[in-house]
């Protein structure tokens, strides 16, 4: 058996802001309500016109990964692809990265685990290593919310969170047991599917059932029981990263650093709070990016790294939480 470990970290985000106040003009909110409720600035929103979607944000991101882990994308044996955004309803955007980078035709695979979509692509990605099977794998994260969204005062409640990016990292087989990603811990709980779901299109219900419906079935737009997921939120984040600690006899005085799913400011400093952590120990970057979904951790990781903030030795909790419900965390030895 062996670990896995990180080495090369990417990210790309598209070129266009959006702020709290030109969201006031297509909407009844404010720069006050969003900045209170949510800690978010700013957004980014891929402009009309652009070439970006979620596969080609993901490509942009993996080359970057790819170059500064010193490899090159024939150095590459495996790809998983968390997004609840893919360019298509099939396939999968793991494919297209195949094809984009130019790589031999190895193994692509689509994770479909929303909020909680990178800790889940990267705990495969680690299963896949451990065995033996494949020595480097390519994780992205990557989402393509603002073409989805109602950008009415109808869907205030969701539109001014989510934004645009993607993030990506390449990891390898580590032979020392005691360094890279120790362990993953992920969850579910369908029975809260509704809470926060894009019914539509799906085989139930298809594109032409919705446009009969002459624009009166939303149920195309993202949905959220905002309060419901929050509440839930708080408590799924602490359970599962007392899970991780307990699992590698750590305890909250061992964590350097904190990297939560950026779903809501309040909800990261709640979860600071309850692990009394330093503001110098938890990264967040949600106030320039919004939520970014499946992209958000590996963002905001690979914005950690960049700023120097991730160090040999540290341990670095990531953990997330979102639709479905699922969520997860993943200890890491740097
Ligand atoms: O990443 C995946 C997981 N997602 C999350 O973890 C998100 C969790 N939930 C949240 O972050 C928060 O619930 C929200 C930010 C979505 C909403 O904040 P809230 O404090 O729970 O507000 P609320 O939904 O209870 O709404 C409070 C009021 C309502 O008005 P009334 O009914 O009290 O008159 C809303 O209609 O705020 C109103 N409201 C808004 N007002 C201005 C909702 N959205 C907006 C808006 N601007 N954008």
């Not at 070129?15 to 800690?39: A, F, P």
């Not at 994308?73 to 099939?90: C, E, G, M, N, R």
């Not at 002459?214 to 939120?233: C, L, R």
């Not at 110098?280 to 990016?289: G, L, S, T």
Request: glycine content about 8%.
């Amino acid at each position: 058996m062996y670990n896995s470990r990180i080495i090369g970290l990417g990210k790309y985000l598209p070129e266009n802001v959006v702020t709290n106040n030109d969201l006031s003009k297509l909407m009844d909110t404010t720069d006050e309500w969003i900045q209170e409720r949510t800690g978010i600035l700013e957004r980014r929103w891929i402009e009309k016109g652009s070439e970006d979607t979620s596969a080609i944000m993901g490509a942009k991101a993996a080359r970057i990964a790819i170059e500064r882990a010193g490899l090159t994308k024939d150095d590459i044996d495996f790809i998983v692809f968390a997004t609840l955004s893919p360019d298509y309803y099939f396939p999968g955007c793991g494919v297209q990265i195949q094809e984009m980078l130019e790589m031999d035709t190895i193994g692509a695979l689509d994770v479909r685990n929303q909020c909680s979509g990178f800790v889940y692509a990267i705990s495969v990605a680690d299963q896949f290593i451990k065995t033996g099977m494949y020595k480097n794998v390519l994780v992205i994260g990557a989402e393509y919310h603002s073409n989805g969204l109602d950008k009415t005062t109808r869907g205030r409640g969701v539109a001014i969170i989510f934004g645009d990016g993607a993030g990506a990292c390449v990891l390898t087989r580590e032979e020392d047991d005691t360094k890279g990603i120790l362990s993953t811990h992920l969850h579910s709980e369908g029975k809260n599917a509704d809470k926060l779901i894009v019914s539509s299109p799906s085989i139930a219900n298809w594109v032409p059932e919705i446009i009969a419906t002459n624009g009166e079935d939303i149920s195309y737009y993202p949905y959220m029981d905002g309060t419901f997921v929050f509440k839930n939120a708080v408590v799924r984040f602490s359970e599962v990263i007392i899970e991780g600690l307990t699992k590698n006899d750590l305890t909250k005085e061992d964590i350097d650093l904190f990297i939560p799913h950026q779903a809501n400011l309040r909800i990261s400093q709640f979860v600071q709070k309850r692990f009394g952590l330093r503001d110098d120990q938890v990264f967040n970057n949600i106030m320039k990016y919004g939520n970014t979904t499946a992209a958000s951790i590996i963002i905001a990781l690979t914005e950690a790294w960049e700023q120097g903030k991730v160090k040999d030795g540290d341990t670095v909790v990531l953990a997330a939480f979102g639709s479905g419900f699922t969520w997860g965390s993943v200890i890491i030895k740097w």
